[in-house]
């Protein structure tokens, strides 16, 4: 069965240091994958995608993300991590059902807190 | 424009009362998805409707009624709700049905159920 997995439920870094959030999943098919960010109390936002072609991943708020088939893994990074950035981030598998239908399984989240 | 709005951001209800949430987009999307989120938790889907017909209903319970009236416009119907249901109620939408399609959110609907 299809499945994500990001085993940091919480990562707390100091302001101005790197930041990655490790993702790993359980798939049988080439994997469309994508990391979404949570604030609290508010909705889900696109941080990037891969579907295919280069593997790493250019996504905004200077945010990057590596596939590597090797080790099902789809790591999320940033050399300096800002104190906006605290938030839940979600990676998220989009998987098909027999054909183009697709749904999203989402990770347990990791949280991540900012230190000044 | 990538914007799906919810309203009312905030709703409390008691268990006797019936009441709609509502999610519109106006990206020409002909997927749009409804999503329950506890505390700390992922969102976990409860229905897709594709080109306005209901696709998937991720055996919600029945005092959760879905209803697509048109291809920019999601309701979701509330009626004798439990407690455990108060939950942040997520719409989202994307081009199409498919798995390579970017799923846009909107900031959500926090549900309290007294």
């Known amino acids: 069965a299809q499945s994500v997995t990001q085993p940091d439920i919480h990562i707390t870094v100091s302001e101005g240091a790197s930041l990655e959030l490790r993702c790993n999943y359980s798939y049988g098919a080439t994997p469309y994958l994508f990391w979404y960010v949570q604030s609290p109390g508010q909705g889900l936002q696109l941080l990037l995608k891969y579907f295919s072609g280069d593997t790493l991943v250019q996504g905004i708020k200077g945010f990057e993300a590596e596939f590597k088939r090797s080790q099902s893994s789809f790591n999320l990074r940033k050399p300096s991590v800002h104190w906006s950035d605290a938030a839940e981030y979600f990676c998220a598998v989009g998987m098909n059902y027999g054909g183009s239908q697709g749904n999203l399984i989402f990770g347990k989240g990791t949280k991540l807190s900012v230190k000044p | 424009d990538t914007e799906v709005t919810q309203t009312p951001k905030h709703l409390v209800m008691g268990m006797t009362n019936k009441k709609s949430l509502k999610c519109e987009q106006h990206m020409g999307h002909r997927a749009m998805y409804w999503y329950k989120q506890k505390a700390k938790k992922p969102p976990e889907l409860m229905f897709v409707?594709?080109?306005?017909?209901?696709?998937i209903n991720e055996s919600v319970p029945s005092r959760f009624s879905p209803e697509c009236p048109n291809s920019s416009l999601l309701n979701l119907h509330l009626h004798a709700l439990q407690p455990e249901d108060s939950a942040l109620y997520l719409c989202?939408?994307?081009?199409?049905?498919?798995?390579?399609?970017?799923?846009?959110f909107g900031p959500g609907t926090r549900l309290t159920v007294l």
């Open positions: 409707y594709s080109y306005e017909k209901l696709s």
């Open positions: 989202a939408s994307s081009q199409d049905w498919r798995s390579t399609d970017t799923q846009y």
